[in-house]
Structure formats: structure tokens, C-alpha cells
């Protein structure tokens, strides 16, 4: 089993999914069934013997990826759990399924334990595809790609591929796709905050800092409260690291002491983190009959719970609005 965030995630998920299939768990600290489940999927893990790789994600950690695939494949709810093989998400499942339905699950992809008992099989992934459609062997990224060459003005589809291309570490093919967007006048907030996402990125791989430990930071810090300088290198590794929260907290640290520094890179970098940490929208007609809009198998009825990301944002909404005034 292995924790994977942002940082990780293309080299522990989609890289390692050409050798061994790798089941993502997406949970949180706060969701009772995502504790049902996470040891009995560890357990599966270990008397599969290594067939699989088991990888968990905290839903609250890394939203930017929890959002991209609970959007996706039109999931609200977690625990929420997707199978890559060779690079790209090939089946899933939602809730905390009994161990019958998870060993026929593991089962149908592995070549091994009891037959899958009918009438419980769960749907294949197949992101927002329409009914009476084959399943599309592209990637999710490949899709993006070809639908935004036909239709280069779609906004909504640029965005997607961007962020895709970002999260994944592409981060000159996400420059290069950005670009025409960072031209329009007025310019969208949702690409102002891609492009300052884009920018710690960057910041990171190229500037001698992004290899500081965050000892050095606070050692710097710690001798100049006034050391914006080193206050948002902080707050850039926090971003790539997949930290918004803890980088927000240093960003805001500077927005108090210096609204106009740096001619207010630290506030929209802020907003842009905002931008991004927003739950999307759910889609009309997003399930129907206990399935999700992707196909996906849900356990049982969803409790609906006041979603604690969207508290998250609202939370650090009010704390930049206090900062300001």
C-alpha cells in the first residue's frame, strides 16, 4: 500500500499501472466508510500476494485529483476506488462494497479468486460516455487532446486538458495549451489560477529553491518575519507538494503584513488556489437507480453530507476577506 498525493501521483499511479494494475482508494479522514473499506482492501492487497498494488488517496489532501476524477466519471461521494491498467482507469467502484463483491471486482482484472456472481458486476469506466456507445480505448488525456483540436475555441474543454497536463506533470505541454487562453480579454479567473498553479510548478523544478527543506524556509522566516521572499518559495514547494492549505496559511501571512507586495502576486496566488480548491458543479441527471453518470457501481443510497471541501474553501474565503480589510 502507498500514500499518493500530487506530487506522486503520475509515477505511483499511471506509471506503475503498465506493470501492475493499481486500485486508487479515494477517502477521507472524516468518511466512516472509507474506514470499513481501507483495511479490507489492505487485506486483499496482501493475500493477492502483489498482484495488485493498493494506492490511497486523501480526498481532503489532494482535491485537485479527487475533484478531476470524482468529476469525470460524475461520482459525488467516497469512498470512491478506480482501477488503472496500462496508464489509464479501466474500471471502479463506489461505497464500501461487501468482500465478495470486492474479491469478484479484483477478480474480473486479476484472472483469479471465485467467479463474479451474476447480477453484481460492476459497469467499466467510461468516462461521460452515452448510452449505445462503444467504450473509447483512449486515454482520458488523448480524448481532451483530439476534442480540443476539433473545437479550439471550447473553453470549458481547454481547461480540462490544462488542468489534466498540470496534474500529471506535463508542465511545457500545459504551458503551450494555455497560451491561447492567457490572451482573451477580459482574461477567465480559471485560467489566471491554472497559470498560477503552472507557476509554483515551475518555480519549483527550476529555481534553486524549490530543492529547500522547509527547515531552511523557517530558519529564514524565523530571523525575518518581513522575508516575503522566502515566505512564498514556502508557499510554492507547499503548492507543488499538494499542501494548498498550509501554502494559503503563508501566503496569507504575507497579504497581512504587505497587501501590494509584489504587485499582489500572494493574493492571486491565493484566489487561484481558491479557484481550483472549488467542488465542481454536479452534472444534470448526474445518477440515476444507484449508478453513477460514469457507470460506476454504488454500494447503497448516498447520505448526503455537507460537503467539507466547499467548507474548506468558504472558510479561507473569509479568512482572505479578514486579511484585506
Known amino acids: 500500500?502507498?500514500?499518493?498525493?500530487?506530487?506522486?501521483?503520475?509515477?505511483?499511479?499511471?506509471?506503475?499501472?503498465?506493470?501492475?494494475?493499481?486500485?486508487?482508494?479515494?477517502?477521507?479522514?472524516?468518511?466512516?466508510?472509507?474506514?470499513?473499506l481501507g483495511p479490507r482492501l489492505e487485506q486483499l492487497e496482501a493475500e493477492l500476494g502483489g498482484r495488485f498494488?493498493?494506492?490511497?488517496?486523501?480526498?481532503?489532501?489532494?482535491?485537485?485529483?479527487?475533484?478531476?476524477?470524482?468529476?469525470?466519471?460524475?461520482?459525488?461521494?467516497?469512498?470512491?476506488?478506480?482501477?488503472?491498467?496500462?496508464?489509464?482507469?479501466?474500471?471502479?467502484?463506489?461505497?464500501?462494497?461487501?468482500?465478495?463483491?470486492?474479491?469478484?471486482?479484483?477478480?474480473?482484472?486479476?484472472?483469479?479468486?471465485?467467479?463474479?456472481?451474476?447480477?453484481e458486476a460492476e459497469v467499466e469506466v467510461q468516462p461521460d460516455a452515452e448510452p449505445g456507445h462503444a467504450a473509447d480505448a483512449r486515454s482520458p488525456q488523448e480524448q481532451l487532446a483530439d476534442a480540443l483540436a476539433q473545437n479550439p475555441g471550447n473553453d470549458d474543454l481547454r481547461f480540462d486538458y490544462v488542468k489534466l497536463l498540470i496534474g500529471s506533470g506535463q508542465l511545457a505541454e500545459a504551458a503551450a495549451a494555455l497560451a491561447p487562453a492567457m490572451g482573451q480579454i477580459p482574461l477567465q479567473l480559471r485560467f489566471e489560477a491554472l497559470q498560477q498553479w503552472l507557476n509554483a510548478l515551475e518555480f519549483v523544478s527550476n529555481d534553486p529553491r524549490g530543492r529547500w527543506s522547509f527547515v531552511q524556509f523557517d530558519e529564514a522566516i524565523s530571523a525575518n518575519k518581513r522575508d516575503f521572499d522566502s515566505r512564498f518559495a514556502k508557499s510554492r514547494l507547499l503548492i507543488a507538494q499538494g499542501d494548498w492549505q498550509a501554502a494559503m496559511e503563508e501566503?496569507?501571512?504575507?497579504?497581512?503584513?504587505?497587501?501590494?507586495?509584489?504587485?499582489?502576486?500572494?493574493?492571486?496566488?491565493?484566489?487561484?488556489?481558491?479557484?481550483?480548491?472549488?467542488?465542481?458543479?454536479?452534472?444534470?441527471?448526474?445518477?440515476?437507480?444507484?449508478?453513477?453518470?460514469?457507470?460506476?457501481?454504488?454500494?447503497?443510497?448516498?447520505?448526503?453530507?455537507?460537503?467539507?471541501?466547499?467548507?474548506?474553501?468558504?472558510?479561507?474565503?473569509?479568512?482572505?476577506?479578514?486579511?484585506?480589510?
Open 251 to 325: 501566503l496569507l501571512e504575507i497579504i497581512m503584513r504587505d497587501k501590494k507586495w509584489a504587485d499582489e502576486a500572494p493574493r492571486k496566488t491565493y484566489v487561484a488556489l481558491l479557484e481550483l480548491l472549488t467542488p465542481p458543479k454536479p452534472k444534470a441527471d448526474a445518477t440515476a437507480a444507484g449508478k453513477s453518470a460514469g457507470g460506476i457501481e454504488v454500494a447503497a443510497p448516498v447520505v448526503q453530507q455537507q460537503d467539507p471541501q466547499a467548507e474548506l474553501v468558504a472558510r479561507y474565503r473569509r479568512k482572505l476577506s479578514m486579511a484585506l480589510n
Open 53 to 119: 498494488v493498493l494506492a490511497k488517496l486523501d480526498a481532503d489532501k489532494t482535491p485537485e485529483i479527487a475533484g478531476q476524477l470524482s468529476q469525470m466519471f460524475g461520482v459525488r461521494s467516497i469512498p470512491f476506488c478506480v482501477l488503472f491498467k496500462d496508464g489509464q482507469p479501466v474500471d471502479g467502484f463506489v461505497g464500501a462494497l461487501p468482500n465478495e463483491q470486492l474479491q469478484a471486482f479484483l477478480a474480473k482484472h486479476l484472472g483469479a479468486g471465485e467467479p463474479q456472481p451474476e447480477g
Open 1 to 36: 500500500m502507498i500514500d499518493v498525493n500530487l506530487v506522486n501521483f503520475e509515477a505511483e499511479v499511471i506509471e506503475a499501472s503498465f506493470r501492475l494494475p493499481v486500485l486508487l482508494d479515494i477517502w477521507a479522514e472524516w468518511c466512516g466508510p472509507c474506514k470499513q
